[in-house]
């Protein structure tokens, strides 16, 4: 069954076919957020043909269709988290079809939607993550030793090493950390200028670390990039960026390496960044930048994460906790 609603048969819409089209094109949405968004729609307009054997008029739509929507994904025993982000995707389009005259008003807004379980963000110590950015070195000594299995070369451990120190050192996304370019580097000013969501550019501190570690992968090269070429290399014939997934994969053997758990994602990385900017007293609008985060209140769930060990430390070192 496909994902693109605009090609499976009985659902056929234009509007979904012009949204998604306008995330790819005009707000350069990730491949992450265009899936997600493709999904949802996917889902509502089976939902709306199997249920009223029609497509949605969106602008004649009103809250009550999308109440039968949410008790749907509740049957299903859809997660609250997939559900907000189902509904996220919806307000998303309704604002598209308001700004193309498609609706006069959204009919999802203020929906009571089932309330998010607070979860706090996974993090590594510093010390994890210190054995994780020594971990492809350690992978490199140890093919050199058993000599088993398939050799693991010295550029891709060295490229690694980079990769996740740069992640580290300015809290990128995964796919931000695959997008650099090398004019995106400012050797002098120790910035990187970074690509995000939505096209949105912000430029961010890196550390000595990650840029000595850029400087010995590069090394590895004949001519070091320059322009618009990509900053880390796949292992492939033709010169191309490393992808995410090609990341992801890796990083579940470095973790695995350092004795932490493979199950961890790149993401927990930036998670690591901004915990420790903050346990070092960064204030929360800083880090909110670094980020990129648009709004202040996804940065601040990072807040509890610091409270709650300050909670800890209080607890097991005040004799009247």
Known sequence: MTDDPSSEPGLAEPWTHQFLAHLATDRGASVYTQRNYRQALTEFLRWHHNERAAMPAWEKLERDDFRGFVRFLGRNRLSRAAMQLRFSALRTFYQFLIRRGAAQASPIKNLSLPKLERRLPKFLTRDQMEALLIAPFELLKNSKVKKAGRPVSQVAALRDVAVLETIYSCGLRVSEVCGLRADDIDWGGQTVRVRGKGKKERHVPV???????????????????????????????????????????????????????????????????????????????????????????????????????????????????
Do not use: C
């Open 207 to 321: 550390g000595k670390p990650a840029l000595m570690a850029i400087q010995d992968y590069w090394n590895t090269f004949k001519q070091p990039p320059v322009g618009a070429s990509p900053v880390f290399l796949a292992e492939t014939r033709k010169p191309a960026p490393l992808r995410p997934l090609q990341l992801s994969r890796r990083l579940k053997k470095y973790l695995a390496l350092a004795g932490l758990d493979p199950g961890l994602t790149p993401h927990k990385l930036r998670h690591s960044y901004a915990t420790h900017l903050l346990d070092a007293g960064a204030d929360l609008r800083s880090v909110q930048e670094l980020l990129g985060h648009a709004h202040l209140v996804t940065t601040q769930v990072y807040t509890h994460v610091t409270t709650e060990r300050l909670k800890k430390a209080y607890d097991a070192a005040h004799p009247r906790a």
